[in-house]
């Protein structure tokens, strides 16, 4: 077990889940940093995100440009919410007829 001077234990981040031997928390880096709501200072991990929120939290304070950059993200939201559905639907459907050729078999 490996630890500093003092013999105790390094910490571990939980964010990160890198280990330090002082215990001082280190950044969590990701390719994109978290945004944050310019009105309530929210953040978020995506632009996406933030955008569907200043959408659905702040609609009156929103200029036309950030309107439009909502209405994309709405867009795009539903789509991925019809492909996740197809896709579940299909999986409901499979397994519904695998079971039903398995009970055939069985019985």
């Known amino acids: ?5 003092r013999g105790q234990a390094p910490a571990i981040d939980t964010l990160s889940g890198a280990s ?5 928390r280190e950044l ?7 945004v944050r709501c310019p009105y309530c200072d ?4 995506r632009a996406r995100y933030e955008s569907l ?11 036309e440009r950030e309107r439009a950059t909502v209405e994309r993200a709405v867009r795009e939201e539903r789509a991925e919410t019809r492909r996740f559905r197809l896709y579940a639907l299909g999986v409901l459907v499979l397994l519904y007829f695998g079971l039903l050729i398995v009970a055939a078999f069985v019985v």
């Open 42 to 45: 929210r953040p978020f991990r």
């Open 53 to 63: 929120h200043r959408g659905l939290e702040h609609p009156d304070r929103l200029s």
């Open 20 to 24: 330090t031997a002082t215990g001082e």
């Open 28 to 34: 969590d880096v990701r390719d994109e940093p978290p």
């Open 1 to 5: 077990m490996s630890g500093d001077s």
